[in-house]
């Protein structure tokens, strides 16, 4: 079975500053997918960035950046120039397969300080 | 595009109760939707993942007769708890794969539906 491991189950940073949010995860396939999802609270699920397995480039969308460590299993995601609007729920989540379900962690609660 | 909505958005019931959560894709056709449940202060959990015009798969630990699923559309499933019980009281999520987007295996959750047994 696949497993996502958050832990940290909270963490704060100053707006403008940089923080960086930890993620593990464990399975045997070579094939899969691994997002970064926002919940603000509203709840609302907010697709942050995603990553191809088989893509050695580390995904990029503006201030969010993911390291992607296929060998460690591991897939952070690095927030940039922090802003009160990023203060949030973030879960990191698995996909194995096109059509399979999605494995999420714990959740990591981020707050941005001013 | 791709925009998954949930009615109704809350709902407060007697115990006892059944209750209809609609998911509806608004602007893509979904062959797979998935339904979660997430407890306060937790993570989504995955209850059953629902396809086009066939049973629902769940997750172990989820009763299938209490947690009615239909997916009779390409737009629209539903799940219905049934007898609810306050122990049931979630926030429930729904998520739709758009069955045009090919390699992307992107979910679009809709907003949520919180649940509440007296």
């Known amino acids: 079975a696949q497993t996502v491991t958050q832990s940290q189950p909270e963490m704060s940073v100053q707006e403008a500053e940089t923080v960086t949010l930890s993620c593990t995860y464990d399975t045997s396939e070579s094939n899969y997918y691994l997002f970064w999802y926002k919940q603000p609270p509203s709840r609302q699920m907010i697709l942050v960035i995603r990553?191809?397995?088989?893509?050695?480039q580390n995904a990029t969308e503006n201030r969010f950046s993911v390291n992607f460590q296929k060998a460690a299993k591991s897939f952070s995601l690095k927030i940039s120039d922090s802003q009160l609007g990023d203060t949030a729920m973030y879960f990191c989540?698995?996909?194995?397969?096109?059509?399979?379900?999605?494995?999420f962690g714990a959740g990591t609660r981020l707050t941005v300080k001013p | 595009g791709a925009v998954v909505s949930q009615h109704p958005s809350r709902v407060i019931c007697k115990s006892g109760t059944s209750v209809k959560i609609e998911c509806r894709s608004l602007d893509f056709q979904a062959t797979t939707m998935f339904w979660y449940r997430q407890f306060p202060k937790q993570s989504l959990m995955l209850m059953a993942t629902?396809?086009?015009?066939?049973?629902?798969?769940?997750e172990q630990g989820v009763e299938k007769d209490k947690f009615l699923i239909n997916h009779a559309s390409l737009t629209l499933s539903t799940l219905t708890v049934t007898s609810a019980h306050p122990e049931d009281s979630s926030f429930y999520i729904c998520?739709?794969?758009?069955?045009?987007?090919?390699?992307?295996?992107?979910?679009?959750f809709g907003p949520g539906t919180r649940l509440t047994v007296l």
């Open positions: 989540a698995f996909t194995q397969t096109y059509n399979n379900d999605m494995r």
């Open positions: 998520s739709a794969r758009d069955a045009q987007a090919g390699g992307l295996d992107e979910q679009f």
């Open positions: 990553q191809e397995a088989y893509k050695q």
């Open positions: 629902s396809n086009e015009g066939s049973k629902a798969t769940y």
